[in-house]
């Protein structure tokens, strides 16, 4: 189903309707549906800024690295579960592809800055054939603060990918964003040997 959205100039585009409220408030392009459809973007920044930063220590635990024992500090699976009980990511995955799940965000989360695209969670369920490097890894948009990054990384075993090319096993995602802005941090078993 198909609605038009109608532009402040009094032309229109075409976009596909979700059915969610933003769509509904946005088919009749009423000044007070564009002021309660702003209203609900801002209160929901608003709760995603105050969950953040809970949110944001619990994935830098699951990518950190415990240098006495060599793991990382707390299993990835602690803050994938928190993501999906905040409703930043679903229960199951969007995307499996060999060891690894990919789980695109629904709601706006960030990580040193950047913006974050996708949540990688590697593990063996069952064996599908060689080289399982358990760990997490994130797919960052935007500008965020790079030396912070790049410190993180070589203080936990971390790999960062700038640019990153997700064209490969993420093409599946649609993420809706230019391929040149993207940046993957890695915290699996095999980058703590690199």
């Known amino acids: 189903m198909n609605s038009t959205l109608r532009t402040p100039g009094g032309g229109s585009r075409r976009a596909a309707a979700r059915g969610d409220a933003g769509q509904m408030i946005l088919k009749g392009s009423s000044i007070r ?7 609900l973007l801002a209160a929901a920044d608003f709760e995603a800024m105050a969950a953040q930063p809970d949110l944001e220590e619990k994935l830098l635990l699951s990518l950190a690295l415990d240098k006495q024992t060599g793991e ?5 699976a602690n803050a994938v579960k928190a993501y999906i009980a905040g409703g930043y990511v679903s229960r199951k995955p969007d995307l499996r592809f060999d060891y690894t799940d990919y789980r695109k965000l629904r709601k706006p989360a960030w990580l040193f800055g950047y913006s974050i695209l996708v949540i990688e969670e590697e593990y063996m369920a069952e064996y599908v054939g060689c080289c399982v490097s358990p760990g997490l890894g994130v797919v960052l948009f ?13 203080a936990n075993g971390c790999s960062v990918e700038h640019p990153a090319d997700v064209s490969g096993e993420l093409a599946d995602l649609n993420l809706g964003v230019p391929s040149s ?8 078993d095999r980058d703590v040997t690199r």
């Open 142 to 154: 935007g500008k965020g603060d790079s030396d912070k990054l790049a410190a993180f990384a070589r």
């Open 72 to 76: 990382r500090v707390v299993p990835s």
């Open 181 to 188: 802005g993207l940046t993957r941090l890695s915290c699996r």
């Open 33 to 39: 549906g564009i002021l309660l459809w702003c209203a």
